[in-house]
């Protein structure tokens, strides 16, 4: 999905199918995957920070509850280490962990953490 959004080259029948599937929240937390685990240097910074807000405006109380809590760290990563906004990574993060209904103990806010130190 990443890959498809910022090759160059496709036809415009091709962007006009991907186009409904870019707006499903699916498609935004893959999306996101991608470009958090991409060279920085590649990435389109404004990009990123819109689907950031989209997928965040994008949340709905039918929204299953892994899926948000996965979007929602991602989300965090991007702000975190991309978009240098340290104040709303960390209202991501909180907000991820509102959906963390198992509350399991989990890596990722510790890998976070070390990595501010």
């Known amino acids: 999905m990443g890959d ?15 186009a ?27 990009q990123l920070a ?9 949340l709905e109380a039918d929204t299953p509850q892994d899926a948000a809590r996965q979007f929602l760290f991602l989300a965090g990563d ?8 340290r104040d709303k990574a960390v209202i991501s993060y909180q907000r991820a962990r509102a959906y963390d209904v198992d509350r399991e103990t989990c890596k990722h806010p510790i890998r976070t953490l070390i990595m501010a130190a």
């Open 20 to 46: 409904p599937v870019t707006k499903t929240f699916q498609a935004k937390i893959w999306t996101l995957y991608h470009l958090v685990n991409t060279q920085e240097s590649s990435i389109d910074h404004e």
């Open 4 to 18: 498809a959004l910022i090759a160059e080259g496709l036809s415009k029948d091709q962007l006009i199918r991907l």
């Open 78 to 85: 991007a702000y975190f280490e991309t978009l240098n906004r």
């Open 50 to 58: 819109n689907l950031v807000v989209e997928g965040e405006q994008q």
